[in-house]
């Protein structure tokens, strides 16, 4: 086992407090501080303290994949299937969506014979994989995914009681399903910019008045979003297309998994977030990046779901498992009390052990690991029977493995 250093991310959405306190490093950052990635992404990898040397995790898995990661590594091709995060969201993400396998596979094909650069802003597919993700919130946590059973969709655009949008309503009233989201979500993301411009101020100054009426209480988190989302990125489509999404809010330890094709935005909030090492992403709005909408409609799927809530699952051994049926990575959490002795990471390698609350000390025969809130390790899979405790008080511990092993 050895101290993993995290690769950090900034990005525009990204706070100048949340990374920076949580790793204890001087807040206000200097520029907003996204991400946080433990992982051997070839865009970003983090690196391994080894002996007072520090060396690439891509470096270190790909020179010796077998003693790293074990059987994984015919699995999955000598390389680390998944990539940890810590995500601060100050801002709204964009409106986004990620390929299927078979998706992922056959556009990165179609662009490497339309030669799009890698580093082009047009690509979409950096890689023939598909990209999973599972993320579990430290503290309060918003964000839109799925499309809403299309009949709550109904009754949102007509309390509303905006005129423009009493059309849209009685279309999706008329076909309650898969199919009459697309149509109406393929209507709203093409609209013209004319009339664009004259539909979205009217929405707006209907959330205004929704809000503003005390007897209305329904939908005031989607009608606060709405408006939200409108500042950040005025004249966007994405606006429109996120009264379509389920608007939910996390607490801390619930965790949200989104699978190929579910239309997603993260709005604000801090998560630990883990998925398939892939960099595919088809963007729908609320971004200034490339938005492909041929491309989102073929990957997008439209079958209505509920809130996609992920609860922990008490696994026995004093951890806390968030079930997926992702092969490329599993999770458990570990709540450490103050005098409670050593506790065995059963499966821990080859994997990231992650401190996200308190100190922890990790055991392994005569060697130890002290890890500071934000600080992390890298378990390789020859590294049996790892211990874990609590150091000066309580401490919070996340183990991310290859799916399958725990």
């Known amino acids: 086992m050895h101290e993993l250093v995290g690769a950090l991310r900034s990005y525009a959405w990204g706070s100048r407090t949340a990374l920076a306190q949580l790793c204890g490093r001087p807040a206000p950052s200097a520029h907003p501080e996204a991400e946080l990635w433990f992982g051997a992404h070839p865009a970003d990898p983090a690196h391994v303290r080894i002996g007072g040397r520090t060396r690439s995790l891509l470096e270190l898995v790909s020179g010796d994949p077998d003693r790293e990661l074990g059987s ?6 000598g390389r680390l299937p ?4 810590i995500l601060a969201a100050e801002e709204p993400l964009s409106l986004q969506a990620h390929p299927s396998s078979a998706q992922a596979k056959a556009g990165f094909e179609h662009e490497n014979r339309t030669r799009v650069p890698f580093d082009s802003p047009m690509r979409n597919y950096r890689d023939e994989n598909h990209k999973p993700e599972l993320v579990v919130a430290l503290d309060r946590f918003e964000a839109l995914a799925g499309f809403r059973p299309p009949e709550r969709t109904v009754e949102l655009l007509r309390a509303l009681d905006v005129p423009g949008l009493h059309p849209y309503a009685d279309l999706l009233a008329a076909q309650p399903d898969s199919a009459g989201l697309r149509t109406l979500f393929t209507t709203w993301i093409t609209l013209p910019q004319t009339a664009l411009a004259t539909l979205l101020p009217q929405v707006l100054d209907g959330c205004v008045e929704y809000l503003s009426d005390k007897g209305s209480r329904e939908f005031i988190p989607e009608a606060r979003t709405t408006l939200e989302l409108a500042e950040a990125y005025p004249g ?3 606006v429109l297309a996120a009264l379509l999404l389920n608007r939910l809010t996390l607490q801390p330890g619930q965790g949200l998994f989104l699978a190929a094709g579910n239309l997603h935005a993260y709005l604000r909030g801090v998560c630990v977030e883990i998925m398939a090492n892939s960099d595919n992403v088809l963007r729908g709005g609320l971004t200034p990046k490339h938005v492909d909408v041929p491309e989102l409609l073929r990957v997008l799927d439209f079958e209505p779901i509920d809130l996609p809530v992920v609860l922990p699952e008490p696994v026995g051994d004093g951890s ?5 049926p992702a092969p490329e990575f599993a999770l458990r959490r570990f709540d450490l009390t103050a005098g409670s002795g050593q506790v065995p990471l059963t499966s821990a390698g080859p994997g990231i052990v992650l401190c996200t609350s308190g100190t922890v000390r990790l055991l392994h025969q005569d060697d130890q690991l002290v890890l500071e809130r934000g600080a992390a390790a890298w378990i390789s899979a020859s590294d049996t029977d790892i211990r874990a405790q609590a150091v000066d008080g309580n401490a919070q511990l996340f183990c991310a493995c290859v799916g399958g092993t725990t």
């Open 72 to 77: 994984a590594a015919r699995e999955f091709n």
């Open 320 to 324: 806390v498992r968030y079930r997926t």
């Open 236 to 238: 966007d489509a994405g």
């Open 82 to 85: 998944f990539l940890l995060k």
